[in-house]
């Protein structure tokens, strides 16, 4: 009987450390290669800009002293987006830190958004420290978009990774 409760507990305290580690990679795009056009040259600061795609509309600004890099933004919904789909069910977006090739050397994910309604806006702020050889940086997204009807569809712009 002891035995048995031992191993209970020894199971239940490993699953409940495993929960407590992220599961977001940080090595998975690293090397990819993002789409020149969506980047962004980083200078020592920005007043407020706009990045937009197809599904993706952000609002930001950032500021850069020597390695330090500070960005806030507000993320919402393009209105080809809002068209065809009402309600959210996940959405990660992240900003990669890019290269003089924009290959990406490092990322992290800035927001993450779960059900609501694609009129919705939501705000993000990030400061992180700059590796030396960044130059650039761009947003990138993956996540599920649903209609009135409950059709889903996986919606994404991500870096292309090299298979």
Same mark, same amino acid.
């Given at each position: 009987?002891? /035995? ?6 020894? /199971?239940?305290?490993?699953?409940? *450390?495993?929960?407590? +580690? ?6 998975? !795009? ?11 040259? %980083?200078?020592?600061? +920005?007043? /407020? +800009?706009?990045?937009?795609?197809? !599904? #993706?509309t952000i609002d930001y600004s950032y500021t850069r002293q020597g390695n330090q890099f500070n960005i806030d933004g507000t993320f919402a919904f393009s209105d ?17 830190? /890019?290269?003089?090739?924009?290959? #990406? #050397?490092? !990322?992290?994910?800035? *927001? ?8 919705? +806006?939501?705000?993000? &702020?990030?400061?992180?420290? %700059?590796?030396?050889? #960044? ?5 990138? !997204? ?9 059709? &889903?569809?996986?919606?994404?712009? *991500? ?5």
């Amino acid at each position: 009987m002891k /035995l048995k409760l031992a191993i209970i507990l020894s /199971l239940f305290f490993a699953l409940s *450390l495993s929960g407590c +580690q992220t599961t977001t990679s940080t090595t998975l !795009y690293r090397g990819a290669k993002a789409d020149p056009k969506g980047a962004i040259t %980083l200078s020592a600061e +920005q007043p /407020l +800009q706009h990045w937009q795609d197809t !599904y #993706v509309t952000i609002d930001y600004s950032y500021t850069r002293q020597g390695n330090q890099f500070n960005i806030d933004g507000t993320f919402a919904f393009s209105d080809g987006a809002k068209i065809n789909y009402q309600f959210i069910r996940r959405l990660k977006l992240k900003l990669f830190l /890019l290269d003089k090739e924009m290959r #990406v #050397v490092e !990322y992290r994910e800035v *927001l993450r958004v779960l059900g609501y309604s694609l009129e919705d +806006q939501d705000e993000f &702020s990030a400061e992180f420290t %700059l590796p030396e050889n #960044v130059v650039a940086f761009t947003f990138g !997204y993956e996540g599920v978009l649903r209609d009135d009807e409950g059709f &889903s569809n996986t919606i994404w712009n *991500l870096p292309k990774r090299n298979r």
